[in-house]
């Protein structure tokens, strides 16, 4: 079972459609204080494998059957099934249901536009962050602390440490641009 706080932060949802997708049970945590948090609930809530709480123990056990995942503002926190918490950085993600407007987003207190260099040298898609993600949570489970950066010349450091991951784009930003604009053009009234 996979327990993820702050589920409906706009990562919690990606997080949770990801672990029922591979087929666990999710109990997700959230205070849902606004109206795309509630949409966002709605959009898993009927899910037989999801369950809803409105708060988690204080005391988490060690249980091989369970995960905690903690939704930060720039990183997940993850207590494992032997009770170790590691950390895994939140790199610049865009993808369905951020926060944004019609031309960009805040990524710690600094607007990036969709058209800036930052963003097309810096931004991953939601869903390849996801998939190294997985592969962290499934291939690693030590209590190791990893660094998630993009693929591209001007992040890339020659002398990385050994818990550096990069992530190469699957699609040209381009495209995933436009299936984010699409996106919030249907579901602008959850924006």
């Keep these: 079972m996979i327990v993820i706080h702050n589920c409906f932060h706009w990562i919690g949802y ?6 029922l997708e591979e087929g666990y049970e999710v109990t ?3 205070s849902i204080q606004s109206e795309k948090k509630e949409n966002l609930h709605m959009f898993v809530g009927r899910n037989s494998h999801f369950e809803f709480v409105d708060t988690l123990p204080e005391n988490r056990i060690a249980d091989n059957d369970v995960i905690y995942i903690d939704v930060q503002s720039n990183l997940l926190s993850i207590q494992n099934q032997q009770n170790d918490t590691h950390t895994i950085n939140i790199p610049m993600l865009f993808g ?3 926060d944004r407007d019609k031309d960009g987003f805040y990524e710690k207190e600094n607007y990036i536009s969709f058209d800036s260099e930052t963003f097309q040298e810096e931004a ?3 869903d390849d962050y ?3 993600l997985w592969s962290i949570l499934m291939d690693n489970p030590s ?3 990893w660094v998630v950066k993009p ?8 002398e990385d440490e050994d818990n550096v991951l990069y992530i190469r784009q699957t699609e ?4 995933r641009l436009k299936q984010l604009e699409e996106h919030y053009q249907t579901f602008a009234n959850i924006y």
């Design 96 to 98: 369905p249901f951020m």
């Design 143 to 145: 209590s190791k602390d």
């Design 151 to 158: 693929f591209s010349k001007s992040v890339r450091q020659e």
């Design 14 to 19: 990606h997080l949770i459609q990801k672990f």
């Design 28 to 30: 997700g945590c959230d």
């Design 130 to 132: 996801m998939e190294v």
């Design 124 to 126: 991953i898609w939601i």
């Design 172 to 175: 040209p930003t381009a495209n």
